[in-house]
């Protein structure tokens, strides 16, 4: 049984990569979600089949930010806490600790560079779900 990664990012982009790159990591093992909109984020959520194991959200979600959705989540997922990592490239430390007060599990920086982003991906699902190992085809 896979590990499901649900995403919320406003960025067509980020989600194909995210998808490559965690396909090439962890292969079936982990199966992620990624949608750019926030109310099909949550209808997946609350749809829990199946059930989500890690959110990576993005801060910047026009109109709104990670601290407004981040309360949506928390009230969604019922009493079970969900890791949830908030990640930008923009985001200011104001805005990274308002993501951790209103509940995010941790802040994730992007980097640039694939190789860098490939191994902080890597750290941070092994980080949540420690009982997922890095493909060996990776």
Same mark, same amino acid.
């Given at each position: 049984?896979?590990?499901?990664? %649900?995403?919320?990012?406003?960025? /067509?982009?980020?989600? #194909?990569? &995210?998808?490559? !790159?965690?396909?090439? *990591?962890?292969?079936?093992?982990?199966?992620?979600?990624?949608?750019?909109?926030?109310?099909?984020? %949550?209808?997946?959520?609350?749809? /829990?089949?199946?059930? #989500?194991? &890690?959110?990576? !959200?993005?801060?910047? *979600?026009?109109?709104?930010?990670?601290?407004?959705v981040i309360p949506?989540i928390r009230a969604?997922?019922?009493?079970?806490?969900?890791?949830?990592?908030?990640?930008?490239?923009?985001?200011?430390?104001?805005?990274?600790?308002?993501?951790?007060?209103?509940?995010?599990?941790?802040?994730?920086?992007?980097?640039?560079?694939?190789?860098?982003?490939?191994?902080?991906?890597?750290?941070?699902?092994?980080?949540?779900?420690?009982?997922?190992?890095?493909?060996?085809?990776?």
């Amino acid at each position: 049984m896979s590990s499901l990664l %649900l995403v919320l990012d406003d960025d /067509d982009d980020d989600c #194909v990569m &995210l998808t490559h !790159l965690l396909k090439e *990591l962890f292969g079936e093992r982990l199966e992620l979600v990624c949608t750019t909109n926030q109310t099909a984020f %949550l209808a997946h959520l609350a749809a /829990d089949e199946p059930p #989500v194991s &890690l959110i990576l !959200l993005d801060y910047h *979600l026009p109109p709104t930010t990670a601290t407004e959705v981040i309360p949506l989540i928390r009230a969604q997922a019922g009493g079970e806490v969900v890791p949830v990592v908030v990640w930008s490239a923009q985001a200011s430390v104001q805005e990274q600790q308002a993501c951790l007060t209103q509940g995010a599990s941790e802040y994730l920086s992007k980097v640039a560079g694939m190789e860098q982003l490939t191994a902080q991906l890597g750290q941070l699902v092994l980080r949540h779900l420690p009982a997922l190992s890095p493909s060996e085809e990776a």
